[in-house]
């Protein structure tokens, strides 16, 4: 090595050392203060879990039987199965404690009263990628009977009129919606 490429080798050595010499304590404060930190919010996480009011681990919660709606206060439902941002499936049996075959099965929320009974919707499966597949019944409640109306693969349904002895149902999808006419 020449002269000024070995001036040039200290220079920089130099100047590289020091840089390391002088940030290494920042850096290792910084270190220290960060491990600190951690151990501060641990300690106060460990605090108020204490302070919490003592709760069962591993206790699954039941939820209570509920009057479902537009039943004419005939029916109760507990819930079996919640779809994300969709609709809700329960378990189904009548308010006044008559051994049902409701019980067999999990029914959406949704109730209609008809003058032949009560119109809910029995699901097939509880399966959420199998979902929507529900058929449409009837449910007789003075002969404790399920007659099946049509199937519907959709989660938006509504009962929009009744006729006759006809019942119209509309559905949609989120593309295309449609109409079934079923006779009673």
Excluded at 54 to 81: C, F, I, R, Y
Excluded at 163 to 176: A, C, M, S, Y
Aim: charged share 20%; net charge neutral; glycine share 6%.
């Amino acid at each position: 090595m020449s002269k000024i490429q070995l001036f040039f080798h200290h220079v920089f050595r130099f100047i590289w050392n020091s840089i390391f010499v002088l940030s290494y304590p920042i850096l290792a404060s910084f270190g220290l203060l960060f491990i600190g930190l951690t151990f501060l919010f641990s300690k106060l996480s460990q605090l108020l879990t204490r302070l919490k009011p003592e709760s069962k681990n591993g206790m699954v919660v039941q939820t209570n039987w509920e009057t479902l709606p537009n039943s004419n206060d005939l029916l109760e439902a507990k819930v079996e199965k919640q779809i994300l941002f969709g609709p809700v499936g329960a378990r189904l049996r009548r308010k006044d404690g008559v051994p049902s075959v409701l019980e067999e099965f999990v029914f959406g929320k949704k109730v209609s009263i008809v003058q032949e009974g009560l119109v809910l919707e029995k699901w097939n499966t509880l399966d959420a990628t199998a979902l929507p597949d529900f058929d449409i019944c009837l449910y007789d409640p003075e002969l404790d009977k399920i007659r099946v109306l049509t199937q519907i693969s959709s989660f938006d349904w509504h009962l929009a009129e009744v006729q006759d002895k006809k019942l119209v149902f509309k559905w949609f999808d989120g593309t295309q919606g449609g109409e079934q006419v079923v006779q009673l």
